[in-house]
């Protein structure tokens, strides 16, 4: 993002011709909001040159660059790094929270936004309904809680083993749920039964399940961002692959499906790219250039 500074020596001609030019870079200017897991790594965490190369030159063409990720902040930092953004916004916890970017900033970003939710009616809901999944919660202050000793790449931190009513007295940013012993039909059979309320999750290739505050999604805080920054609709670009993209994009005036997306991901899609392992998200982002 440009930021239009004035000295007080600059002619009118100058400040002319600065607005006009920061005037054609926001009308040229693109908002494009990037998953990760699936979509700029593999299942493997990891990045290929092709896409990292890809993803640098759009930021360094002056668009928006913004991850929107399921993945908590501190496992969401080091790819924000390796794509090269210092300033914008990202988006983590599947909106759940907006991060600024600065390299001014203590450690290079603040946290802006964070939507918390108490998470006990849908774990007591779940817990009855799949007793052998292991459950874990991030709190406000970013911890987090988990049965069982549940770790995950995902979480950018360990998580502490509590007791469940522990993780029901707390607040939540973003509630995980895994088996290792039911299908993702099984767990939407689960969620349908159970009719899960107050809350939004989506379920993922696995047998996982993310639960954020009600109408909190990618999509939201991006269109708080979007709204922010005055860039329109039809210039807005989104690329994902997961059941945690559908809103997403839906949202994005341009909204691509990674190519190994489920069915219904690809439904909302505008158009489909080729699958992470054949470098999709490279495909794309060299057609912004």
């Known amino acids: 993002m440009t930021t239009l500074t004035e000295s007080s020596v600059a002619g009118n001609d100058d400040r002319r011709e600065t607005e006009t030019n920061n005037t054609e870079l926001n009308r040229h200017r693109l908002m494009v909001a990037l998953d990760v897991d699936g979509t700029l790594v593999d299942h493997d965490g990891h990045m290929s040159p092709a896409v990292r190369e890809s993803a640098q030159a759009v930021v360094e063409a002056g668009h928006e660059v913004m991850i929107a990720t399921g993945r908590s902040l501190n496992a969401t930092l080091p790819i924000i790094e390796k794509i090269g953004v210092e300033r914008g916004y990202a988006v983590c916890c599947n909106g759940g929270v907006t991060l600024r970017l600065h390299p001014e900033l203590d450690g290079g970003y603040e946290v802006i936004h964070k939507a918390t939710f108490d998470p006990a009616p849908a774990l007591r809901a779940l817990r009855e309904r799949l007793p052998s999944a292991k459950y874990?919660?991030?709190?406000?202050?970013?911890?987090?809680?988990?049965?069982?000793?549940?770790?995950?790449?995902?979480?950018?931190?360990?998580?502490?083993?509590v007791d469940f009513q522990t993780m029901l007295d707390a607040m939540a940013v973003r509630v995980v749920v895994f088996s290792t012993e039911n299908t993702p039909e099984e767990f939407n059979e689960a969620i349908e039964h159970i009719g899960l309320a107050g809350v939004t999750y989506s379920v993922g290739w696995t047998a996982w399940l993310d639960i954020a505050a009600a109408g909190v999604t990618k999509a939201s805080a991006l269109e708080d961002l979007r709204l922010q920054l005055g860039i329109d609709p039809t210039r807005t670009v989104a690329v994902g692959d997961g059941r945690n993209d559908i809103e997403m994009l839906g949202w994005a005036g341009r909204?691509?499906?990674?190519?190994?997306?489920?069915?219904?991901?690809?439904?909302?899609?505008?158009?489909?790219?080729?699958?992470v392992y054949d470098d999709g998200a490279a495909h794309v982002l060299r057609s912004l250039l």
């Not at 874990?136 to 083993?161: C, M, P, W």
């Not at 909302?268 to 080729?274: G, H, I, N, P, R």
């Open 136 to 161: 874990a919660l991030e709190d406000a202050d970013g911890n987090f809680l988990s049965t069982e000793r549940f770790q995950d790449a995902s979480f950018g931190v360990e998580a502490i083993g």
């Open 255 to 275: 909204g691509v499906a990674m190519g190994q997306a489920p069915e219904e991901v690809i439904a909302v899609a505008d158009e489909v790219t080729k699958s």
